[in-house]
């Protein structure tokens, strides 16, 4: 079973400006309130295609775990992926086109997939969702004054399956073996679908700090401008921005 979560929303700023406020959202506290939660943040891989002209980047953030820790440590590392219960990976992905004016983002979990898989998809366009993709924009996406996303969350629990069985038979720890029969008992769908559910009905608060933080970042840019924004990043923080070269 997967349960997704899908909403709309609109920001009254450039395409450009979205999109640097994208990649920057994570940078710091100081830019972001709303970016406490996340520890650190590192780019893989990032390049553009020369036939396209997109750019296309994978990162890794490694933010603090909303998993609860009771749930954590009754369950064993097989299943975790042994990963404390303080932090978690997440990995993002994203392809962006300046040109036609949008932007496709894909975050996951790398840690406790056994028990919670959240995949989040955004869809960054100059075109309103309910508008044609195919539909030429009116204004180019330098100049458009609005930039619209629409959102996707998908909620997968293994918890139950064969394989979270046999890490938990298998465990020496009383306490998992006690949860493994817990999880038998209840039923691993109805497990499954609780622990979806509730992922899933914390999505609305989520999306609403995550809009306040982007909407944050946006309105720096806005009133300071992309320079002056940048400079002081590299004051406070170091020159993590210049390209060797």
């Known amino acids: 079973m997967v349960l997704t979560h899908t909403t709309n929303h609109s920001y009254a700023h450039p395409f450009p400006t979205v999109t640097l406020a994208f990649f920057l959202r994570y940078y710091s506290p100081q830019l972001n309130p709303f970016s406490s939660h996340v520890l650190s ?45 303080k932090s978690t990976y997440v990995v993002e992905t994203s392809t962006v086109d300046i040109r036609e004016g949008w ?67 298998t465990s020496d720890d009383p306490n998992r073996s006690r949860f493994g029969g817990w999880i038998s008992g209840w039923g691993a769908k109805r497990i499954q679908s609780s622990i979806e559910s509730i992922a899933s009905n914390k999505t609305d608060d989520q999306m609403v700090k995550s809009r306040d933080g982007m909407g944050m970042v946006l309105e720096r840019l806005r009133s300071n401008g992309v320079v002056a924004v940048l400079r002081e990043l590299r004051r406070r923080e170091g020159n993590v921005f210049e390209q060797s070269g």
């Open 41 to 85: 943040t590192d780019t893989i891989s990032s390049h553009v295609d020369p036939a396209t002209g997109r750019l296309h980047t994978t990162r890794i953030h490694l933010k603090k775990s909303r998993m609860p820790s009771a749930v954590i440590k009754l369950l064993p590392t097989s299943v975790t992926g042994g990963a404390g219960d």
């Open 103 to 169: 932007m496709k983002t894909e975050s996951r979990n790398l840690n406790f997939t056994g028990v919670l898989s959240v995949t989040e998809q955004q869809h960054y366009s100059v075109t309103p969702p309910d508008q044609s993709p195919d539909t030429k924009p009116s204004l180019s996406p330098a100049t458009s004054s609005n930039t619209y996303v629409s959102t996707t969350f998908s909620y997968r629990s293994s918890l139950g399956n064969r394989k979270v069985d046999k890490a938990v038979a």
